[in-house]
Structures are given as structure tokens and as C-alpha cells.
């Protein structure tokens, strides 16, 4: 979990803040409310998801508590691996 | 302080004459006093916004002083000529059709669009329909994800979501058709001496609903701060046709009839307004719920997307960047 979470946060940090420290930044803050990531940010998000935890994610998984958080993003791909 | 347990769709009543000298004065002033210029010239569609602001243009400044242009391009809908035209008749507007779809041709707007459906969908054609659309996220929660609609002349659709990079190709090759329009509106501004003047109601100015140096440019913008229920009571005050004020909002930009809250809003514009009306003004999504009909979770899933464009609608409404502080000479 931590290792996923890790590699979200390097994800996030290169490609939505340009290398900005968001060290601080909590697991379960909301990407989008917090302005971090907008909705073309939550398609990329997806794609990078799906690239690099080899997953599929279907349309009735573009839910907030799948994608709107780092901790909500680990937590889905462990369930769909899981399921595989 | 606002009484929002009461609150229902008469907050956005207006009284249409006041409103109307108000905007016929302001537009007078900025168009003759501010810019120094003779008259307007706007591009009308069929829809209301732009039915709205071309009577507006005739109160403010005489029927010799006003421009319209009609700009059909090969996936116009086939009513838009017509109501179009109903207009121009009814108020008996100088008005000159510029076909754009040649333009568009030369520049692969529609290659550049159906190459990038083909990334998603290999089996569609050149001669059939298409169009993108959003969920109705308010009601599934889900996230804003546009899918793409095809459609084959024998009637075989196919539907797949689309992945970012065909999604910005679809609508960076779309968003041709609002900045050629722009262009040829710029044409008879400068060969007439007026000012472009835009369409848009508040809610396609606050939350984005433009192409930036497309649509979204003008001199002014007489309805950007009307909702769109108040441009509906303009309408019915100004006697526009009901053919017009009865249709359902389109973006007439894709080959498939595509209406606004398909591609943008996702809900229609009545509930839009009054949720953007409650955001505004800190109204409890209780209490939006209760005068929409809908239940509060949805009205919570509508404030945020309404945030969440609102954010993204800052960069299009930006002006270029100028850095060492230089601004420029006052007018």
C-alpha cells in the first residue's frame, strides 16, 4: 500500500505541480477540491493508473472514492488487483 | 441577509424593461463613448442568448447600425437556418451568411476530429455522425468523463469513453469552428468600424462554456451577467419566436444533436441556475434541493462541479501574461 502510495505521490508531484513539495500533502486529501488536480488531470490519473498497476478501470469505477484521493486511488487499485 | 428557506425560482425574476434600458445604456456607452465605434456586429445561431443580444443590438443602436452573420459549416443542424432566419425576417436585421465550412475543410478541422475518434473507435467513417457528451454526473456521482457517440448512415451507433489525448484532439479540432467565426466577425468589425459583440449568458461565463479566442472573445458581453432563465424572460418580453425560445439549448458544433448539458453542464439550465444562483450567494444545497426537486446529495455533486469548472475557467478568461509589470495605456 505504502509502495503505491509512494509511487502516486511522485506521479502527482511531476506532472500536476512541476516538482513543487507536496510533502505534506495528506493521503486522504481530495485531489480535486484542493485544486490540485482538474478534471483532464483525473483522466491522466486514470491513464496512469491503468499504464502502470496493469488494471482495467471500467466507467462504474470513475467514482470520487476511487480517483479523488491517494489513499482512495491505492485502495482501488489493491481491490482490482486482488480481484485479477 | 438572504431568506433561503424560501427559496425558489423567483429569485431570478427580473423586470425586462429595466433590464433592457439598462443594457441598451451600457451598450450605447461602451460601444460609442469607450471603443469609438459606429455599430455592432454579432454572429446569431438560432438559440435565445444570441436571438436575446441581437435585439438588444437593435434598441441600442438602429437597425443600419447592427450586423448579423450566419455561419454554417457541414455538421450545422438543419434547423439552425431556419430559426436563423425566422429572426432576421421578424426584425428584419441586415444579415450576411458566411459559409465557413470550406475554411474548416482547409485547415482538417473534420480530418483532425475524426482521426482522433478512430484512436477510440477504429470502425467510424468520414460520412457518419458523432459527438461527445458527459454522464449526468449529478446522479451517479461519478467522475467527469466524456464518451464518445458515433453513428453510421444505417443507423449502427457505438459509444466508448474517451481516453485524454483523443479527447483534447476532438476538441482542439472543434473548438476551429468558434475561432473561424471569431475571425470572420473581426472581418466586418474592422471593415465597418464596430464592435464585436459576444453571447454569452452568466452561466457559460462563469463556468467556462467558451472557446477561448473563439466564442469566449468579443468587445462586450451585454447577457454575461443574465442567467439563462432571465435571457428566456428577455425573449418572451422581446416577442422572439417560439420556435427559437422553445428549442432545447445545442452547441450545433457535432454531426449527432448534442445539447448543452450533454457536453457541458450536465443538467438542464433551469437546475444549472439555481445551483450556480446558491453557490454564489452561500445558499444551503438543501435548501436548492428543495426548490429543484432533486435531493441534496445531488445538489452537493452539482456545487462541486460547479467549483471545479469555475477553477478551470480562470486560465480561459485570463489575458496574456505581461511580466515587468508594463499595463497598458489607459483608455
Excluded at chain 1, 506521479?11 to 500533502?25: E, K, P
Excluded at chain 2, 465550412?101 to 455522425?129: H, Q, S, T
Excluded at chain 2, 450536465?266 to 454564489?280: A, K, N, T, V
Aim: net charge negative; proline share 4%; aromatic share 10%.
Amino acid at each position: 500500500m505504502q509502495a503505491i502510495i509512494d509511487n502516486l505521490r511522485h506521479f502527482i508531484t511531476d506532472n500536476f505541480l512541476y516538482g513543487v513539495d507536496i510533502s505534506n500533502l495528506q493521503n486522504d486529501t481530495s485531489l480535486i477540491n484542493s485544486g490540485l488536480v482538474d478534471s483532464a488531470g483525473i483522466m491522466e490519473v486514470v491513464a496512469y493508473v491503468e499504464e502502470t498497476f496493469n488494471i482495467s478501470v471500467d466507467d462504474a469505477d470513475l467514482l470520487p472514492t476511487n480517483f479523488d484521493s491517494m489513499n482512495g486511488i491505492a485502495h482501488f487499485i489493491n481491490n482490482k488487483k486482488m480481484r485479477l | 441577509m438572504l431568506d433561503t428557506t424560501s427559496f425558489t425560482d423567483d429569485i431570478l425574476k427580473i423586470d425586462p424593461q429595466e433590464e433592457v434600458d439598462y443594457i441598451v445604456d451600457q451598450l450605447r456607452t461602451t460601444v460609442y463613448t469607450k471603443f469609438k465605434k459606429k455599430g455592432a456586429v454579432l454572429g446569431i445561431s438560432g438559440g435565445v442568448d444570441s436571438s436575446v443580444v441581437a435585439v438588444l443590438c437593435l434598441r441600442a443602436f438602429g437597425r443600419d447600425k447592427v450586423l448579423t452573420l450566419t455561419m454554417p459549416e457541414y455538421d450545422t443542424a438543419s434547423d439552425t437556418a431556419y430559426l436563423s432566419q425566422l429572426l432576421i425576417d421578424k426584425y428584419k436585421f441586415r444579415n450576411i451568411n458566411e459559409n465557413i465550412g470550406g475554411i474548416l475543410k482547409e485547415l482538417k478541422c473534420y480530418k483532425r476530429r475524426n482521426d482522433a475518434i478512430r484512436e477510440v473507435i477504429p470502425e467510424f467513417e468520414d460520412d457518419w455522425k458523432c459527438k461527445i457528451a458527459l454522464p449526468k454526473t449529478h446522479l451517479t456521482g461519478q467522475l467527469n468523463f466524456f464518451s464518445v457517440f458515433v453513428m453510421s448512415p444505417e443507423g449502427k451507433t457505438i459509444s466508448r469513453r474517451l481516453d485524454l489525448s483523443s479527447y483534447q484532439k476532438i476538441v482542439a479540432a472543434s473548438n476551429l469552428k468558434q475561432r473561424v467565426r471569431k475571425m470572420i466577425e473581426y472581418y466586418y468589425c474592422e471593415s465597418l468600424n464596430y464592435a464585436d459583440i459576444g453571447t454569452p449568458n452568466q452561466v457559460e461565463y462563469d463556468q467556462g462554456f467558451f472557446v477561448k479566442y473563439g466564442d469566449g472573445a468579443a468587445d462586450v458581453k451585454p447577457i454575461a451577467h443574465l442567467y439563462k432563465t432571465q435571457v428566456y424572460q428577455l425573449a418572451e418580453y422581446f416577442g422572439i419566436p417560439e420556435e427559437i425560445t422553445k428549442k432545447a439549448p445545442t452547441t450545433d458544433t457535432y454531426s449527432l444533436p448534442q445539447t448543452q448539458d450533454e457536453f457541458y453542464f450536465s443538467i438542464p439550465y433551469r437546475e444549472m441556475d439555481l445551483c450556480l444562483y446558491g453557490l454564489d450567494n452561500h445558499v444551503p444545497a438543501e435548501d436548492v434541493a428543495r426548490a429543484i426537486g432533486i435531493d441534496t446529495k445531488q445538489v452537493e455533486r452539482i456545487y462541486q462541479n460547479i467549483t471545479q469548472k469555475k477553477r478551470m475557467a480562470k486560465y480561459l478568461h485570463s489575458s496574456p501574461e505581461i511580466f515587468n509589470n508594463v499595463a497598458p495605456p489607459e483608455l
